[in-house]
């Protein structure tokens, strides 16, 4: 059989599983399902520019017609108010039935139902779904794992977070713009949002093992004598009555350290979710889902590349996930106020002390062999590694870079190197680039 008539079952519409759904439908797989419920509850989300690059990059169309415009952003840290950024506010149960209004359009085959159960075999994947009150049963060749932090874990190992929870609530009242904002307190974080129709989303995250938060029925009146103390929280409250409603989210920092098999891959959160305070969540997610349709054609046609494509996925997603947790540690670490307060204590340390960028050495810079994606494969090709990229950089603005740094290896001389390069094809303003590269990681010549 044709690779790209296997049977392609991805579980779980939010983002992830959507861009994989079509990065697979552009290498060309016919027999893509995609198995998804809408989430049980309501939630607003800020999303950057990079965001909806991402999504232009994966071929969505209509999610991004339905983008609202970008609003203000308020920040109380440490003290001190700026009203620097902006982000966009999806309302995050409209903006996954456009992800899946795309994939309908783009012919994807799409089943509304809950995943109830999956049992799967060197050979291929049963899946037991629950659609319409009506048990379905999908065979699969290839499973992708898409179902977010709900995803069930198993056995696999994970790296985990200080143990974090964000209870969500609503209010309702009188209209007010389209804005969001954040601030701390001593047992963590706001984040604040207004829909523009008079719904405000009320999001504070805590400290599991220290907030010792009280009973259920009492959380609504916990959150709400915390936000009464923070200023940004004021315009959101005033004019407005809390519904009584409160959603728990978990948003613990996890990586999962196996995150495919020859037959199996998970994407987004379900292979690495960040904490929330990076606001990078769906831009993590798409990263890594963009990446895995090569991954997937990789394991389906050249299963002696398996391990490679394997270990390419691995890599990239442990990436991600340090640097954005190193992100959110220094964020953290930029609050002062509470240095006693476990909250803060827990996480302006955490992973690590490494910082965020390592500064440029050009005696580290290095031409290695790495996985990287080209033609919707995952293989091996010269890249040039970096204290900061040690992953590596193949192509800097569509220009190989490692033959660049063999000829700056070889000689250092100028008008030489400016021979050496235009004999390989080199352009002038491409020569001019890759010298201002060079320089950047310390290069004298
Ligand atoms: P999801 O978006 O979670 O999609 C999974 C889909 O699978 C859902 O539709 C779900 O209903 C479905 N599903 C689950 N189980 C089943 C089942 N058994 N059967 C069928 N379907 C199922 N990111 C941002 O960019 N900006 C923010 O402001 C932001 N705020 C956040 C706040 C909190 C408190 C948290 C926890 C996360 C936040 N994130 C934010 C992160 C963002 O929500 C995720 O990173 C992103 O949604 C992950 O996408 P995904 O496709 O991997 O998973």
């Known amino acids: 059989m044709l690779s790209q008539q296997r049977e392609i079952v991805i579980l779980g519409g939010g983002p992830s599983g959507a861009a994989v759904a079509l990065g697979l439908q552009k290498l060309g797989y016919e027999r893509i399902t995609l198995v998804t419920e809408a989430r049980p509850?309501?939630?607003?989300?800020?999303?950057s520019e990079r965001?909806?690059?991402?999504?232009?990059?994966?071929?969505?169309?209509?999610?991004l017609k339905d983008l609202p415009e970008p609003g203000p952003r308020f920040v109380t840290w440490n003290g001190e108010s700026n009203q620097a950024n902006t982000e966009r506010l999806i309302d995050r149960v409209l903006f996954d039935q456009s992800l899946m209004m795309?994939?309908?359009?783009?012919?994807?085959?799409?089943?509304?139902g809950r995943v109830k159960g999956v049992k799967s075999a060197e050979f291929g994947h049963?899946?037991?779904?629950?659609?319409?009150?009506?048990?379905?049963?999908?065979?699969?060749?290839?499973?992708?794992e898409a179902r977010g932090r709900a995803a069930p874990g198993g056995q696999l190992k994970r790296l985990r977070g200080a143990e974090t929870v964000s209870l969500l609530q609503y209010w309702q009242g009188s209209e007010m713009e389209?804005?969001?904002?954040?601030?701390?307190?001593?047992?963590?974080?706001?984040?604040?949002?207004?829909?523009?129709?008079?719904?405000?989303?009320?999001?504070?995250?805590?400290?599991?093992?220290?907030?010792?938060?009280?009973?259920?029925?009492?959380?609504?009146?916990?959150?709400?004598?915390?936000?009464?103390?923070?200023?940004?929280?004021?315009?959101?409250?005033?004019?407005?009555?809390?519904?009584?409603?409160?959603?728990?989210?978990?948003?613990?920092?996890?990586?999962?350290?196996e995150a495919s098999g020859p037959n199996w891959i998970r994407v987004g959160d379900a292979?690495?979710?960040?904490?929330?305070?990076?606001?990078?969540?769906?831009?993590q997610t798409l990263s890594s889902s963009l990446q895995a349709p090569a991954v997937i054609n990789t394991l389906l046609n050249k299963p002696s590349q398996a391990r490679l494509a394997q270990q390419f996925h691995q890599l990239r997603i442990t990436?991600?996930?340090?640097?954005?947790?190193?992100?959110?540690?220094?964020?953290?670490?930029?609050?002062?106020?509470?240095?006693?307060?476990?909250?803060?204590?827990?996480?302006?340390?955490?992973p690590d002390d490494q910082p965020l960028h390592l500064p440029a050495d050009?005696?580290?810079?290095?031409?290695?062999?790495?996985?990287v994606v080209n033609h919707g494969f995952v293989q091996m090709v010269d890249v040039v590694t970096t204290p900061d990229q040690p992953l590596g950089i193949w192509h800097l603005s569509g220009t190989p870079l490692a033959p660049v740094v063999t000829a700056y290896r070889s000689s250092r001389d100028l008008p030489e190197l400016l021979s050496r390069l235009a004999a390989g094809g080199l352009s002038e303003p491409q020569q001019k680039m890759v010298l201002g590269w060079l320089q950047q990681q310390g290069a004298r010549f």
Request: glycine share 8%; hydrophobic share 40%; proline share 5%.
């Open 51 to 63: 965001v909806v690059e991402g999504l232009r990059g994966a071929g969505f169309q209509h999610a």
């Open 319 to 350: 990436e991600l996930f340090y640097r954005f947790a190193r992100i959110g540690r220094d964020f953290y670490a930029m609050e002062q106020q509470w240095p006693e307060q476990p909250f803060w204590q827990g996480r302006s340390h955490w």
């Open 126 to 144: 049963e899946i037991q779904v629950e659609s319409c009150g009506q048990p379905i049963v999908l065979q699969a060749d290839f499973l992708v």
């Open 271 to 283: 292979a690495m979710s960040v904490d929330p305070l990076s606001g990078n969540g769906i831009f």
């Open 362 to 371: 050009i005696d580290q810079v290095q031409v290695c062999q790495r996985p």
């Open 178 to 257: 389209r804005r969001s904002a954040v601030q701390s307190f001593d047992r963590g974080w706001a984040w604040l949002a207004s829909d523009g129709l008079g719904r405000r989303y009320l999001q504070l995250t805590f400290d599991v093992a220290s907030a010792a938060l009280p009973e259920k029925n009492r959380l609504v009146e916990f959150c709400n004598e915390q936000l009464l103390r923070l200023d940004q929280a004021a315009p959101f409250l005033s004019g407005a009555e809390p519904t009584g409603e409160l959603h728990a989210r978990t948003s613990t920092p996890v990586l999962c350290e």
């Open 102 to 112: 795309d994939l309908a359009m783009q012919g994807v085959h799409v089943i509304q």
């Open 41 to 47: 509850f309501k939630a607003m989300e800020g999303i």
